[in-house]
C-alpha cells in the first residue's frame, strides 16, 4: 500500500526545512548538536526529535538527502545539496576559472561546470569569487584549440581502449604525410600546443603531433592488453652560465642533475629531453648563456639553427 502524500509545507514549515538544511550544510552533526544549533526551530524532547524525523522525510520527497548515521550517538549527513564553500575553496574555483583560456579545448566544459557549482552563492560568496584573484596560472593555447575538441576526444578514447590508428598529418614544412601505424601514448600540453605522443611504425620511434595539424583518423585495430610501449627519452649534456647557475636551476628538462662545476661558475647538466626539436628549442631560449655538447649530432643540429639564426640577421 503507497504512502499518502505529504502535506505542502506552509511559510514558517520551510523556514524550518531551510534551517535544518543549513545546519547540515558544514558537515554531519549528532542529534544532540543538530537540536542544539535548531534550539529556536524546534521543541525539546521526543517531539522535537519526531519533527526532525519528519522533516527529513519532507525533505527527500524534495529531493532533498539527508542520510541517518548509525551510532552512538546517532549523527546527520547532508547528502548533496548546495555547498558550504570556504573562502579558500572558492580562491580555488577562482583559479580554476581563470586558468582556462577561452581558446582550450575543454573551456566551455569547465565554466559550465562552475557555473552550476557556484549558481547559488549567496551575495558575499559570490562577491569573493568574482573578485580579481592575484594567483594565475592561465592555460593560454597559441592557437584556439576548441574547433579540436572532438579530434582530442577520439584520439582520448584510442587512448583508453588501446586502439591503433591512422591519420594524415600536415607538418610544419608543408604537404601531407600519411601515417598508416599510430599507437597513441598520451596526450600532451607544452609550448602552449596539444600535442599526441605516439609511437609509428614508419619510423620505430616516438613522436609529438601536433593535435591540430592530425586530419582523417581511422581505426586499424586494438593491442592486446600485455602490449606496453615505453617512451624513449634522448640523453644530452649542456652548459650553463655561471650566472644562471647561482641558486637552484630551472628544471626544464627531465632527470637533470649538475654533473660537474668549472672554475669559472658554469655548470655541465645532463638530462633528458622528450625529442631533439624539443631540446634545441628549449636550449635556444638561454641564448648565448648556454651550450649544447653532446651528443655531437644534436650538437651539429644547433650548430645548424645558429647558423640560420645568424644568416637572418646578418646584414
Not at 579545448?105 to 584573484?133: F, G, I, K, M, S
Request: some cysteine; hydrophobic content about 40%; charged content about 25%.
Amino acid at each position: 500500500m503507497n504512502n499518502p502524500p505529504l502535506p505542502a509545507p506552509d511559510s514558517s514549515h520551510i523556514a524550518r526545512l531551510q534551517a535544518l538544511v543549513a545546519a547540515l550544510r558544514a558537515g554531519p552533526l549528532t542529534r544532540m548538536a543538530l537540536l542544539e544549533k535548531l534550539g529556536a526551530e524546534y521543541p525539546d524532547g521526543d517531539s522535537g526529535r519526531r519533527m526532525v524525523e519528519r522533516d527529513i522525510k519532507t525533505l527527500g520527497h524534495m529531493g532533498i538527502c539527508i542520510k541517518k548515521i548509525a551510532g552512538r550517538p546517532l549523527s546527520y549527513s547532508l547528502l548533496g545539496g548546495v555547498p558550504n564553500y570556504s573562502n579558500e575553496e572558492l580562491a580555488i574555483l577562482a583559479l580554476i576559472r581563470d586558468s582556462f583560456d577561452a581558446r582550450h579545448p575543454q573551456a566551455q566544459a569547465v565554466h559550465a561546470l562552475l557555473c552550476r557549482l557556484t549558481e547559488q552563492l549567496d551575495a558575499a560568496q559570490l562577491a569573493y569569487y568574482n573578485r580579481r584573484q592575484a594567483r594565475r596560472a592561465p592555460l593560454q593555447p597559441a592557437i584556439d584549440y576548441s574547433p579540436y575538441a572532438d579530434v582530442i576526444a577520439r584520439l582520448e578514447h584510442a587512448l583508453n581502449v588501446r586502439e591503433v590508428l591512422s591519420f594524415d598529418y600536415r607538418p610544419s614544412r608543408g604537404g601531407v604525410t600519411t601515417h598508416s601505424w599510430v599507437e597513441p601514448y598520451e596526450i600532451e600540453f607544452y609550448e602552449r600546443h596539444f600535442y599526441l605522443v605516439a609511437y609509428t611504425s614508419k619510423s620505430g620511434q616516438m613522436h609529438d603531433f601536433r593535435i591540430d595539424r592530425i586530419q582523417e583518423i581511422k581505426s586499424v585495430q586494438r593491442l592486446p592488453p600485455h602490449h606496453v610501449r615505453q617512451r624513449g627519452y634522448v640523453r644530452f649534456r649542456y652548459r650553463l652560465a655561471a650566472e644562471l647557475a647561482r641558486g637552484e636551476i630551472s628544471q626544464r628538462f627531465e632527470e637533470q642533475q649538475v654533473v660537474e662545476r668549472l672554475p669559472n661558475g658554469d655548470v655541465i647538466i645532463e638530462a633528458e629531453g622528450r625529442n631533439e626539436f624539443f631540446i634545441v628549442q628549449m636550449l635556444l631560449r638561454y641564448r648565448n648563456k648556454a651550450e649544447l655538447l653532446w651528443p655531437e649530432s644534436l650538437r651539429q643540429q644547433m650548430g645548424a639553427v645558429v647558423t640560420q639564426l645568424a644568416e637572418l640577421y646578418r646584414d
